[in-house]
């Protein structure tokens, strides 16, 4: 009954900035809290950022704290990770996520409700 369309990954160098996207479609809730993982090769999917849907709280991982903003619309329906002096080490599928019937961030993949495909950000030195 819900969708996530994952876009904008791309290849760029060390330094660089990348705008993720995340379309929500089909049928929504009331209140849906939202975030972004990333799954490296050879490693556990891991917690990027985190929103609640109001858009007022957030959160993130010690790896992207000052690098990485997340900005939902809700009237558009569209969940945005800018991403800012990549590094190599961000390299990595990112996927965004939707807990539905919670304003409260989560951070660990098993209460996911619904995924996006991901999309593949790679970061050259």
């Known amino acids: 009954q819900v969708q996530l369309v994952n876009s904008g990954g791309g290849f760029v160098q060390a330094g660089a900035s990348v705008r993720l996207s995340c379309a929500v479609s089909g049928r929504t809730f009331d209140t849906y809290t939202m975030a972004w993982f990333r799954q490296a090769p050879g490693k556990e999917r891991e917690f990027v950022a985190g929103i609640t849907w109001s858009g007022s709280s957030t959160a993130y991982a010690d790896s992207v704290k000052g690098r990485f903003t997340t900005i939902r619309d809700n009237a558009q329906k569209i969940l945005y990770l800018q991403m800012n002096s990549l590094k190599p080490e961000d390299t990595a599928v990112y996927y965004c996520?939707?807990?539905?019937?919670?304003?409260?961030?989560?951070?660990?993949?098993?209460?996911?409700?619904?995924w996006g495909k991901g999309t593949l950000v790679t970061v050259s030195s």
């Open positions: 996520a939707l807990r539905r019937h919670t304003d409260s961030i989560f951070r660990t993949p098993d209460v996911v409700d619904y």
